[in-house]
């Protein structure tokens, strides 16, 4: 039980240290950090009602309406050129620096970018603190600015999907925005945004390598 919460939980800071929590039926569970092997309490706590009922079927409403017009949305890394060059996705830059100037000309036309998706250099911090700051930049920029610029790419496509693309490899445990984005766009919208290796593998969050997930704010 403890190896599952650890795999796949997520990683918050409450009091000054980092815990792993997981979430299901209602309730948030977490140890505290010592070695798989001498853990030997999962605690418990039931998550707090946020909403009353009728807000949370408003909420769920809009939630199900939105998510019928957005694209579908993928992420992966500038250096999976097999995938990104299928013509069966339209790549986007959310990276702070253009591609091209580092690794030289691509396989794949790269013709849009997302700025309001792009971290700022006031942004860089340790992961812990990075990840809530950018996830509450996400917040204050709000899921239909974003939802607007991503509609727009995909409809330019026929409706292909998109692929959000960065420098770091997920599979080698490099840290990288595109999850928390990918976190955040799940939590406004319910849908999923899968990670594209260059190999062809289609990868959920939830099958990411624990230290790359995103730390959402309290």
């Known amino acids: 039980m403890v190896l599952h919460l650890r795999e796949f939980g997520y990683q918050e800071w409450f ?8 979430e299901a039926g209602g309730y948030r ?49 500038y250096l999976a050129g097999d995938v990104l060059s299928s013509g069966l996705v339209v790549p986007v830059t959310i990276s702070m620096y253009a591609p091209e100037p580092l690794l030289g000309p691509l396989p794949y036309p790269l013709e849009h970018e997302v700025r309001d998706l ?10 812990h603190k990075f990840s809530t700051t950018f996830w509450r930049h996400l917040d204050g920029i709000g899921i239909e600015k974003i939802a607007a610029q991503l509609s727009t790419i995909s ?30 766009w799940r939590e406004q919208t ?11 593998e289609v990868l959920k969050l939830e099958q990411l390598r624990h ?8």
């Open 118 to 127: 792009m971290p700022e250099r006031w942004m860089h911090a340790k992961w």
């Open 15 to 22: 009091g000054g240290a980092e815990y792993s929590y997981y």
């Open 155 to 184: 409809a330019q496509h026929e409706s292909l999907p998109l692929v959000l693309c960065c420098y770091e490899d997920l599979l080698k445990a490099q840290k990288c925005h595109r999850v928390i984005a990918s976190a955040w």
């Open 29 to 77: 569970y977490w140890t505290m950090m010592n070695p798989l092997e001498w853990t030997i309490l999962v605690n418990r706590k039931e998550l707090p009602e946020t909403m009353e009922s009728e807000n949370k079927h408003d909420a769920s409403d809009e939630q199900s309406n939105l998510s019928e017009t957005l694209p579908e949305l993928y992420t992966s890394r």
């Open 190 to 200: 319910g849908l999923e945004v899968c990670e594209l290796t260059n190999d062809g």
């Open 211 to 218: 230290q790359v997930m995103p730390l959402r704010p309290r």
